[in-house]
T-cell receptor, first 113, second 113 residues
Framework: GQQVMQIPQYQHVQEGEDFTTYCNSSTTLSNIQWYKQRPGGHPVFLIQLVKSGEVKKQKRLTFQFGEAKKNSSLHITATQTTDVGTYFCAGRARGSTLGRLYFGRGTQLTVWP | GAGVSQSPRYKVTKRGQDVALRCDPISGHVSLYWYRQALGQGPEFLTYFNYEAQQDKSGLPNDRFSAERPEGSISTLTIQRTEQRDSAMYRC???????????FGPGTRLTVL
């Protein structure tokens, strides 16, 4: 069945260091979304990637979707304490533009000042 | 405007009791999703509605779980004969149905004693 794996599970960085989380699917995805969940909060949508090889940037965040549409990454440049939280990727199965999302386990980011 | 709301925010019940969890989506949102999220895990898909039609219920763990959205707005997730393993955070999300960014609610923390 469809599975989305995400690594690492935890990442601790010093403020100013970079951070990357990786997402891998067992099957080809239609699209992939990224969410951020602050401690005690709920997931908040960050971005959606649809095209093979797509790269999108949001200020210090860079999102990539692999050529085969089976993997994705989120890179944060020069982390800040406001980046603390758990980052989830969530993919849709090939052929589906709506409906069920398969979430990864998330990467919990801690930023030390 | 108002976001997704869920009630109750916390529910403690005894094993064997039925519970009903309510989700009030963002006004005008056509898609509505239910997820279950265990501590340290990503949201796990339960079911999905487009307007009032339940499009996918493949994530419901067993027949004790059911959901409805009779008028295409508010939705109720019902768990019959609750068991301790049902204890989790239950999250609702709504979307416009287009690009289908999902807007999550604050969740209902269910504890089954």
């Amino acid at each position: 069945g469809q599975q989305v794996m995400q690594i690492p599970q935890y990442q601790h960085v010093q403020e100013g260091e970079d951070f990357t989380t990786y997402c891998n699917s067992s099957t080809t995805l239609s699209n992939i979304q990224w969410y951020k969940q602050r401690p005690g909060g709920h997931p908040v949508f960050l971005i959606q990637l649809v095209k093979s090889g797509e790269v999108k940037k949001q200020k210090r965040l860079t999102f990539q979707f692999g050529e085969a549409k089976k993997n994705s990454s989120l890179h944060i440049t020069a982390t800040q304490t406001t980046d603390v939280g758990t980052y989830f990727c969530a993919g849709r199965a090939r052929g589906s533009t709506l409906g069920r999302l398969y979430f990864g386990r998330g990467t919990q980011l801690t930023v030390w000042p | 405007g108002a976001g997704v709301s869920q009630s109750p925010r916390y529910k403690v019940t005894k094993r064997g009791q039925d519970v009903a969890l309510r989700c009030d989506p963002i006004s005008g949102h056509v898609s509505l999703y239910w997820y279950r999220q265990a501590l340290g895990q990503g949201p796990e898909f339960l079911t999905y509605f487009n307007y009032e039609a339940q499009q996918d219920k493949s994530g419901l763990p067993n027949d004790r779980f059911s959901a409805e959205r009779p008028e295409g707005s508010i939705s109720t997730l019902t768990i019959q004969r609750t068991e301790q393993r049902d204890s989790a955070m239950y999250r609702c999300a709504s979307g416009t149905g287009g690009a289908d960014t999902q807007y999550f609610g604050p969740g209902t923390r269910l504890t089954v004693l």
